[in-house]
């Protein structure tokens, strides 16, 4: 929802308000009473992100992880026991 920033026409008193885009405008001043309040033009708030960091991993699972550790490990090279699609050590066919 976003907030709007109003100001009294009589008291010049400025406040905002959080307010669906439905709502309608606020009409009567909270300090002097009066139906003098207009909607102000703002600058809004600003989108901030802050920290190391965002990427689409940050917020991920346990078991994604721990499912994405394990595949990035290095490969064995045992064919017997490695069933990765991209090792190099394909298991041999029986002919």
């Known amino acids: 929802m976003p907030t709007y920033e109003y100001q009294c026409r009589s008291c010049h008193r400025r406040f905002e308000r959080l307010q669906s885009f439905a709502a309608k405008p606020v009409s009567v001043c909270p300090k002097c009473g009066k ?3 207009k909607r102000l033009i703002s600058s809004g708030a600003g989108l901030l992100f802050k920290g190391s960091g965002f990427y689409a991993t940050d917020y991920r699972s346990s078991g994604y992880k721990k499912q994405a550790s394990e595949e990035s490990k290095p490969c064995s ?3 017997k026991t ?4 991209s090792c190099s050590a394909k298991p041999k066919s029986d002919k």
């Open 35 to 37: 139906r003098s309040v």
């Open 77 to 79: 090279g045992e064919p």
């Open 82 to 85: 490695c069933s990765k699609p």
